[in-house]
């Protein structure tokens, strides 16, 4: 089994930075893709970027040139840089982490951390 722990969350005002850290631990003998998502209040969960075990990079265009996403391999471990935050960022930021534990497959989400974007 698969654990993931997401830290970095929090309060911040517009135009603000943060960064978003997501460890995982347990079973695992193989990471592939890594990925942050995030659901405001009313809407549905949406992919923020995601990064393959290749290192190919898929930002959404709403967060385009504002977020950075970096896996740390050895660490197990996926961030995501937010700078020039807007209020429109506001939700609950999900880390997902797809993998192996020998040859079966996992696909491990996080609990949530929350980001508050105001004044």
């Known amino acids: 089994q698969v654990q993931l722990v997401e830290s970095g969350g929090g309060l911040v005002q517009p135009g603000g930075s943060l960064r978003l850290s997501c460890a995982a631990s347990?079973?695992?003998?193989?990471?592939?893709?890594m990925g942050w998502y995030r659901q405001a209040p009313g809407k549905e969960r949406e992919l923020c970027a995601d990064?393959?075990?290749?290192?190919?990079?898929n930002v959404a265009e709403s967060v385009k040139g504002r977020f950075t996403i970096s896996r740390d391999d050895a660490k197990n471990t996926v961030y995501l840089q937010m700078n020039s935050l807007k209020p429109e960022d506001t939700a609950v930021y999900y880390c997902?982490?797809?993998?192996?534990?020998?040859?079966?497959?996992?696909?491990?989400w996080g609990r949530g951390t929350q980001v508050t974007v105001s004044s």
């Open positions: 997902n982490i797809q993998g192996n534990h020998g040859w079966r497959p996992f696909d491990s």
């Open positions: 990064i393959t075990g290749g290192g190919y990079i």
């Open positions: 347990g079973s695992i003998s193989r990471i592939n893709a």
